[in-house]
C-alpha cells in the first residue's frame, strides 16, 4: 500500500497536475492519461532496480535480474497508473500490487526460478491480464465514472 500511495497517490497526482492529460487510449482502453502517469511509471521501475543492493550484506552489484525487475516494474506501474487514472483512486493499484508481489514471492522466493515457478508465473501473468481487461472494461468503473 505504500507504494501505491507514494508513487500514484502522491507522485503521479502531483505530476498530473503539471502536465496535461492528452492520451486517450491504453492498450486498447479509453482511458485519459498524460505524461505524469508515464513518469511516474519509469521511476517506479528505476527505483526496483536497486532491489540487488543491500548495503548490509556487503552486496553492491545491480545484476541483470533486477534489470529485468526494473522493466516489469515500468510496465506494471503503467498499469497501475491507467487503474488509478481510471477509477480515481489507489485502492484497486494497491490490491493488484499486493497480489503481484504475494505470488511473485511464493512462485520465485521457494523454488528459486525452476521450470515449474515460471510455468506459474507466466500462468498468473495471463491471469492478471484477463483480470486487468475485465477491471478496466467492466460496467462497475462506468456506473462509478458516470456519479
Same mark, same amino acid.
Given at each position: 500500500?505504500?507504494?501505491?500511495?507514494?508513487?500514484?497517490?502522491?507522485?503521479?497526482?502531483?505530476?498530473?497536475?503539471?502536465f496535461n492529460k492528452h492520451f486517450r487510449k491504453f492498450l486498447g482502453f479509453?482511458?485519459?492519461?498524460?505524461?505524469g502517469l508515464i513518469i511516474t511509471a519509469v521511476i517506479f521501475g528505476v527505483?526496483?532496480?536497486?532491489?540487488?543492493?543491500?548495503? +548490509?550484506?556487503?552486496?553492491? *552489484?545491480?545484476?541483470?535480474?533486477?534489470?529485468?525487475?526494473?522493466?516489469?516494474?515500468?510496465? !506494471? @506501474?503503467? =498499469?497501475?497508473?491507467?487503474?488509478?487514472?481510471?477509477?480515481?483512486?489507489?485502492?484497486?493499484?494497491?490490491?493488484?500490487?499486493?497480489?503481484?508481489?504475494?505470488?511473485?514471492?511464493?512462485? +520465485?522466493?521457494?523454488?528459486? *526460478?525452476?521450470i515449474s515457478g515460471i510455468t506459474m508465473f507466466i500462468g498468473f501473468f495471463?491471469? !492478471? @491480464?484477463? =483480470?486487468?481487461?475485465?477491471?478496466?472494461?467492466?460496467?462497475?468503473?462506468?456506473?462509478?465514472?458516470?456519479?
Amino acid at each position: 500500500f505504500a507504494e501505491e500511495l507514494f508513487f500514484r497517490g502522491y507522485i503521479q497526482t502531483r505530476l498530473n497536475e503539471t502536465f496535461n492529460k492528452h492520451f486517450r487510449k491504453f492498450l486498447g482502453f479509453e482511458v485519459e492519461y498524460g505524461w505524469g502517469l508515464i513518469i511516474t511509471a519509469v521511476i517506479f521501475g528505476v527505483v526496483h532496480i536497486f532491489g540487488g543492493i543491500n548495503p +548490509f550484506k556487503g552486496t553492491y *552489484a545491480i545484476k541483470p535480474f533486477y534489470v529485468f525487475i526494473a522493466i516489469s516494474a515500468t510496465f !506494471f @506501474g503503467l =498499469l497501475f497508473g491507467v487503474i488509478r487514472e481510471k477509477t480515481g483512486d489507489i485502492w484497486a493499484c494497491s490490491i493488484l500490487h499486493g497480489t503481484w508481489d504475494f505470488f511473485w514471492i511464493l512462485i +520465485f522466493m521457494p523454488s528459486n *526460478a525452476t521450470i515449474s515457478g515460471i510455468t506459474m508465473f507466466i500462468g498468473f501473468f495471463i491471469v !492478471f @491480464g484477463i =483480470l486487468f481487461e475485465k477491471f478496466l472494461s467492466s460496467d462497475h468503473i462506468a456506473r462509478r465514472l458516470s456519479n
